[in-house]
């Protein structure tokens, strides 16, 4: 029963879902966004927000936009204070069944792009503070292979930042975020 119990809960999230930073290195965020971060090799990562948990759970996923600098990096792994762990996912197709699938790391190519997204790549949040989600807000802590380790903040929110959304059939919203990453070659 447990198991059949966090397999639904997985799915339901499925389907809704270092060093120091140099205080040089952001820009002011408005309410309810995450600042853009450069690392000292050239990588851009912005769009950082974290999903609201579902009914009280300390479980959700995270997302984030990361633009490849001069060279190729891999991002490797993530953790914060404020969870119990954090895992890169992505989503596969088995049997026709979307499935969450934990991954070693995303590569980012040089001047490409990585975007964590809904129903996508993305980063699954364990045991979440609840000091977190009263903030609204986690620091997190991103690894990459080469590029070292970068704390970006972390919105916590019901919907990605500046996402307008409708189900009244009067207004355009949007449901992206397919596994998405550009390599210009």
């Known amino acids: 029963m447990m198991k ?4 639904g809960f997985a799915a339901l999230v499925l389907s809704a879902a270092c060093s120091a930073q140099d205080p040089d290195t952001s820009l002011p965020a408005a309410a ?14 912005e769009g950082a927000w974290m999903r609201t948990p579902p009914g009280g759970r300390d479980m959700t996923a995270a997302y984030v936009l990361i633009h490849g600098g001069t060279a190729t990096d891999r991002l490797i792994a993530a953790r914060s204070d404020q969870t119990s762990r954090i895992e890169l996912h992505t989503v596969i197709s088995e049997g026709g069944i979307m499935q969450m699938r934990p991954v070693e790391g995303y590569d980012i190519p ?17 045991g979440l ?3 977190a ?4 807000q986690i620091d997190v802590t991103l690894v990459f292979a080469e590029g070292g380790e970068q704390i970006v903040t972390f919105p916590i929110q019901t919907m990605a930042p500046g996402v307008m959304h409708t189900h009244d059939g009067l207004g355009e919203h949007n449901h992206a975020g397919q596994n998405r990453s550009h390599d210009p070659q």
């Open 32 to 45: 309810g966004e995450s600042a853009v971060v450069t690392t000292h090799n050239g990588l851009q990562i």
């Open 110 to 126: 040089a001047g490409g792009w990585l975007e964590l997204a809904p129903r996508g790549h993305h980063m699954m949040v364990f």
């Open 129 to 131: 503070a609840a000091e």
């Open 133 to 136: 989600i009263e903030a609204g």
């Open 4 to 7: 059949l119990l966090g397999a």
